[in-house]
């Protein structure tokens, strides 16, 4: 770590109780555990970072991180506001995942990201089974947190889950997004029907889809019967181990910035509490691949003005038919969809800087 950088800033070191404690002591982690190996990773930060817990009115808190670049020394009556961009991780993951981004994308505008409801170190409380309440009390949980932080608007993103999330948000509070972009999102596409054909030339089996990596098909295997990352809890002192073999491809897409399991043990550390924003996702989906109310389904109700960017991984197990049809759907708006080559699900850690540029230009069209 650069021994010039500022030391991140803390409202509060109080961790959010979870209200479940009757969890086997021989499970290696614990809520100290995931804040000490966050911190390691967010030591690579060069910029300011304030890092804080945001309470929501319910008394709910969301773990936040706030970017500005250091070094900006304009005074800010002289600086122009420029709109924020606000970044939301997906399924099991935590603000330590953008590492790779937040540096570059808080060069001239604030970043914000923030561990979503149920996940990384926010709170974690109980989620209904029903699907539309479960992905209300996430979107709900975003516009509080919204308005606790005091933006007025923002540039949404939104990777897997919190595409979909994000989506859902932007329909429901259009005017406080500016730009919203979705990267590699989950829950577009329809569930196809046992025995039913698509038309040729009228589907997504036009475009070949890698096959599903080994982690999805083992969540998959337990998802129907459990919580989805059930597997890694019940493996106690094995967990950590059990997430280095699913996850391997986490150790590789960090490893110039960490010579050790760091970033594996982060995800374990992330999934290895109590289940909370798993079982809200468990409730919005049919199987790991497919939501119950798939956004597909909604999507022209964002407004035409509202510009909307998609971005895929070329190597991603998700199919980026689903973009073309949303932007055959929003026809005659300014949507687009972008293929960063060479990436897989991951596109913000596969190829940190061709995301940035494509980012960031999309930021500088705001403003």
């Not at 309470?55 to 800010?76: E, F, G, M």
Request: contains cysteine; charged residues 20%.
């Amino acid at each position: 770590m650069d021994p010039t950088v500022a030391p991140m800033q803390h409202e509060t070191e109080t961790e959010p109780y979870s209200g479940w404690g009757w969890w086997p002591s021989w499970r290696p982690t614990s809520m100290s555990l995931l804040k000490s190996t966050e911190a390691k990773i967010l030591s690579c930060i060069q910029n300011e970072v304030w890092s804080r817990f945001v309470t929501l009115p319910n008394q709910d808190r969301i773990w936040t991180l706030t970017l500005t670049n250091k070094t900006a020394h304009k005074p800010l009556e002289q600086a122009p506001k420029k709109t924020p961009l606000v970044m939301v991780h997906g399924f099991g993951g935590g603000v330590g995942l953008w590492i790779r981004n937040l540096d570059a994308l808080s060069h001239s505008r604030p970043v914000y990201a923030f561990d979503l409801l149920g996940f990384g170190r926010s709170s974690r409380p109980p989620f209904p089974t029903d699907a539309a309440l479960a992905e209300e009390q996430f979107v709900n949980s975003m516009e509080r947190w919204r308005e606790s932080v005091g933006l007025e608007n923002m540039i949404l993103l939104g990777h897997s889950l919190g595409g979909y999330l994000a989506t859902s948000y932007a329909i429901q509070h259009p005017s406080r997004v500016s730009h919203l972009i979705l990267v590699d999102p989950w829950g577009f596409p329809e569930h196809p029907q046992p025995g039913v054909e698509t038309p040729a030339g009228q589907g997504p089996e036009v475009v070949k889809r890698p096959p599903l990596p080994r982690w999805v098909k083992a969540v998959a295997s337990v998802v129907s019967l459990f919580n989805p990352l059930a597997v890694i809890r019940a493996a106690g002192p094995w967990g950590p181990g059990l997430v280095n073999r699913l996850r391997p491809d986490f150790k590789r897409k960090f490893e110039d910035l960490f010579d050790d399991d760091t970033m594996t043990e982060y995800i374990y550390h992330c999934n290895a509490q109590t289940p909370s924003g798993e079982v809200g996702f468990r409730a919005m989906s049919e199987s790991l691949g497919w939501a119950k109310r798939p956004m597909l389904q909604r999507v022209h109700l964002l407004p035409p003005s509202m510009p909307l960017t998609l971005l895929y991984g070329s190597r991603s197990w998700v199919d980026s038919a689903s973009g073309d049809k949303v932007a055959q759907i929003r026809v005659q708006t300014a949507t687009r969809t972008v293929m960063i080559e060479d990436a897989s699900h991951h596109v913000y850690a596969d190829q940190p800087m061709e995301f940035n540029r494509v980012v960031q230009n999309i930021c500088n069209d705001v403003d």
